[in-house]
């Protein structure tokens, strides 16, 4: 931790996990890491990343924010992250061979559903069926192919934190100008919806590789062509404007910035010299707490990450019962809109944080989903017993469609207000 800003040393030790196991066979070259920060009814969830900079406090903090995330939401799992120290470039052989010995030393916590795994950076979806297969957990047939849009969902539920957080300010979107730290499968979908359905201008994008600066507006569609076509060096290709630097990107004269890359972008060092109005992230702890502060003093609306990327573990979740993209983000809207838009009011006029009040609130929500799960009334086994068959993916899309509006009312229920 000695190479991090003071403020994310600081932060870092404050996170104390329930788990953290090392996965260790130096004979085939693997290092990995399972770290769970809280469990619900015996079970805990969160991604499977590889990269060369994966590291127990990492995932620590990252495992901290899923708990948060089903926290906020109101989702009865646990909060956890996994991830395996290789370059995120290797040829697709060679990290097979990586996640199935990882799977096979922690088969006992991926059976059990200790921990379920789910993907994250340079992960597929394609990635964790090897996991699970080596770990022997069996995934229904019709959970196989789902998990797809999880890109999408987290984009659709940054969106509709931006709306809200832009409401609070009494702003529209419209021709505000935008920059995106993260061109990927959120940044990507975040970039269309918001040129689409806002008429926002993004002027900025970022990947691993490089970034791109228009002042007058990039050509979204023309960049996703190129980002299938050549993944994170698609800034390479672009043919017009500008290049600078990836680490220019959070700190251009913009309305917007949404880091959807990776953690602490935005600390104490330099939160002032952060310009936009509004900070919504996609990604998991862009900003520190430290910095939070310091941009709400400086009169900066920071949306709590947990609280505007949930849209993909929600999405994912809803995904299962077959219904449309429309219904998804009119779930997470009807769901989140409101409280982020009181969340972000209240900070302003009160002049407190935003991620502390939002943080309290979800755990106080982990709290009080763990007692009722520990409750052993009928009501409850109905409702584990209505869980285990939706979860199964047993049961045809066509009839769990109509459920699902009452599914999620007996799962999640409604929101407290913040």
């Known amino acids: 931790m000695t190479h991090l800003p003071s403020d994310v040393r600081e932060e870092l030790t404050r996170y104390v996990p329930q788990l953290v196991v090392e996965a260790r066979d130096d004979t085939v070259g693997l290092l990995g890491y399972v770290v769970i920060d809280s469990t619900v009814d015996a079970r805990s969830c969160g991604g499977l990343r590889c990269d060369l900079h994966v590291s127990p406090d ?11 995330k089903y926290g906020f939401n109101g989702m009865r799992q646990g ?6 120290v290789a370059d995120a470039e290797l040829p697709q052989e060679e990290k097979a061979h990586l996640l199935r010995r990882f799977g096979e030393l922690i088969a006992s916590i991926l059976r059990t559903q200790l921990y379920i795994s789910g993907p994250d950076m340079s992960i597929s979806p394609a990635d964790i069926d ?9 995934v229904p047939r019709l959970r196989r192919d789902k998990g797809l849009k999880s890109g999408l969902f987290t984009a659709l539920g940054v969106m509709v934190a931006l709306e809200a957080a832009a409401e609070a300010r009494g702003m529209s979107l419209r021709g505000r100008t935008v920059a995106i ?7 990507g979908a975040l970039a269309s919806l918001l040129t689409k359905r806002h ?10 590789l490089g970034a791109l600066y228009d002042e007058g507006g990039l050509d979204i569609e023309r960049l996703l062509d190129l980002r299938s076509r050549f993944g994170n060096s698609a800034v390479l290709h672009y043919p017009g404007g500008e290049r600078i630097s990836p680490a220019e990107l959070p700190f251009l004269e913009v309305d917007v910035l949404s880091p959807c890359a990776g953690q602490y972008t935005i600390t104490r060092e330099n939160a002032d010299a952060v310009k936009a109005q509004i900070v919504c992230p996609g990604a998991n702890n862009p900003v520190s707490d430290a910095a939070e502060v310091r941009l709400l003093e400086r009169g900066i609306s920071s949306v709590p990450y947990f609280a ?15 219904v449309s993209d429309r219904y998804v983000e009119e779930f997470i809207r009807t769901k989140n809109h409101e409280r982020i838009r009181r969340l972000m009011v209240r900070a302003h006029e009160s002049g407190s944080s935003a991620r502390l009040a939002a943080e309290t609130y979800a755990l106080q929500r982990v709290a009080e989903m763990r007692a009722v799960v520990q ?10 017993g209505a869980l285990r068959v939706v979860n199964s993916g047993l049961l045809h899309p066509n009839l769990l469609r109509p459920l699902a509006p009452r599914y999620f009312a007996l799962t999640m229920g409604r929101d407290p207000a913040l």
């Open 199 to 208: 008429g926002a201008r993004i002027v900025a994008v970022s990947t691993s």
């Open 181 to 187: 730290e993260g061109f990927g499968s959120v940044g």
């Open 130 to 138: 090897v996991l699970n297969h080596a770990a022997g957990v069996r």
């Open 308 to 322: 505007a990327n949930g849209g993909g573990v929600l999405g994912n979740k809803l995904e299962v019962l077959g």
């Open 375 to 384: 409750r052993q009334t009928i009501r409850r086994a109905l409702q584990k």
């Open 79 to 84: 909060g956890a992250k996994a991830g395996i």
């Open 58 to 68: 990492q995932l620590k903090a990252l495992a901290r924010g899923m708990t948060l």
